[in-house]
């Protein structure tokens, strides 16, 4: 049995949050634990001040969950009075999985505050909004999956050496030429969709876009997948995108209506307002058919 010199026994069999006597003073536990990896703090000291930018310290930030997983909402603001004035807000929090013991639990808390800290916000409002991009992003964007396994195998090797070839997939992206974890190597751990190739290939084919713009995808059997979706998470990532893009449109399809009945209000008043909310309406319909004809 391994103990940290602060008495926080991490190879205990019994879930993090029973480190201390609740889960916010547990999860203060972890976050401590972390930062005695030099990675580990280069991370958390990024995500406080990103925290801090939001009004709000790490401790609101990590909650306890059922799974561990960044969640981030996106909230659309506009007026009835001014449908086309649209103000976005993001926010994300992290949340970790109660079930897990504390290694593992550290483990996952730097692996999801990469997602946290590192990963672009996304808008699915945008007109440029492409499945194609959202699944390089999700898998081998910044602060995406790939990164976020490659700090998590980081804190392992710098914390727990003697844990990486007994119980992590680490190994898998470990370059020895270079002495370290490679991305590249990563890259293509996360393609390995194994007997999901033709279901992806199918997808893609859907979504209309060929094999070759993903190139790393193979039918060899991987060790990643989305515990969101039960599968590799190329394909977890369309199906993720297909659920956003869904609440898009029903979200404008109702603006749209919002939009309909401000115009129709204003067509007493002066023509060259009513010609600006026809074009303003236009505008909105052309975007919603582009984006949304192809879900219904």
């Given at each position: 049995?391994?103990?940290?010199?602060?008495?926080?026994?991490?190879?205990?069999?019994?879930?993090?949050?029973?480190?201390?006597?609740?889960?916010?003073?547990?999860?203060?536990?972890?976050?401590?634990?972390?930062?005695?990896?030099?990675?580990?703090?280069?991370?958390?000291?990024?995500?406080?001040?990103?925290?801090?930018?939001?009004?709000?310290?790490?401790?609101?930030?990590?909650?306890?969950?059922?799974?561990?997983?960044?969640?981030?909402?996106?909230?659309?603001?506009?007026?009835?009075?001014?449908?086309?004035?649209?103000?976005?807000?993001?926010?994300?929090?992290?949340?970790?999985?109660?079930?897990?013991?504390?290694?593992?639990?550290?483990?996952?808390?730097?692996?999801?505050?990469?997602?946290?800290?590192?990963?672009?916000?996304?808008?699915?409002?945008?007109?440029?909004?492409?499945?194609?991009?959202?699944?390089?992003?999700?898998?081998?964007?910044?602060?995406?999956?790939?990164?976020?396994?490659?700090?998590?195998?980081?804190?392992?090797?710098?914390?727990?050496?003697?844990?990486?070839?007994?119980?992590?997939?680490?190994?898998?992206?470990?370059?020895?030429?270079?002495?370290?974890?490679?991305?590249?190597?990563?890259?293509?751990?996360?393609?390995?969709?194994?007997?999901?190739?033709?279901?992806?290939?199918?997808?893609?084919?859907?979504?209309?876009?060929?094999?070759?713009?993903?190139?790393?995808?193979?039918?060899?059997?991987?060790?990643?997948?989305?515990?969101?979706?039960?599968?590799?998470?190329p394909l977890a990532a369309i199906y993720?995108?297909?659920?956003?893009?869904?609440?898009?449109?029903?979200?404008?399809?109702?603006?749209?209506?919002?939009?309909?009945?401000?115009?129709?209000?204003?067509?007493?008043?002066?023509?060259?307002?009513?010609?600006?909310?026809?074009?303003?309406?236009?505008?909105?319909?052309?975007?919603?058919?582009?984006?949304?004809?192809?879900?219904?």
């Amino acid at each position: 049995m391994v103990t940290i010199d602060n008495g926080v026994d991490l190879h205990s069999r019994k879930t993090w949050t029973n480190l201390k006597k609740n889960n916010r003073e547990a999860i203060a536990v972890l976050i401590q634990e972390l930062a005695k990896s030099k990675t580990g703090e280069r991370i958390i000291l990024k995500a406080q001040k990103k925290a801090r930018e939001e009004g709000l310290t790490l401790l609101d930030v990590i909650k306890p969950g059922k799974g561990s997983i960044t969640d981030t909402t996106l909230v659309r603001k506009f007026s009835p009075l001014y449908p086309d004035k649209i103000i976005y807000e993001s926010r994300s929090k992290v949340f970790l999985n109660v079930n897990l013991y504390p290694m593992d639990a550290l483990l996952d808390l730097a692996h999801e505050l990469t997602h946290y800290t590192f990963r672009e916000p996304f808008n699915p409002y945008r007109e440029n909004f492409k499945v194609q991009d959202f699944i390089v992003s999700t898998v081998e964007g910044v602060g995406g999956e790939v990164e976020a396994y490659l700090v998590e195998c980081q804190v392992m090797q710098e914390l727990f050496p003697g844990e990486l070839s007994d119980r992590s997939r680490c190994q898998n992206i470990y370059d020895s030429q270079k002495h370290g974890f490679s991305k590249e190597a990563g890259v293509k751990q996360f393609y390995r969709v194994g007997k999901f190739i033709k279901e992806f290939q199918q997808q893609l084919q859907q979504h209309k876009l060929e094999e070759s713009q993903f190139p790393e995808a193979t039918d060899l059997d991987g060790p990643f997948i989305s515990s969101a979706y039960g599968l590799p998470y190329p394909l977890a990532a369309i199906y993720e995108y297909e659920g956003i893009m869904k609440k898009v449109c029903e979200n404008d399809q109702k603006r749209l209506v919002i939009l309909k009945e401000h115009g129709q209000e204003k067509s007493r008043k002066p023509s060259d307002i009513t010609t600006s909310q026809s074009a303003i309406l236009k505008s909105h319909e052309e975007s919603y058919r582009a984006r949304c004809q192809s879900l219904n």
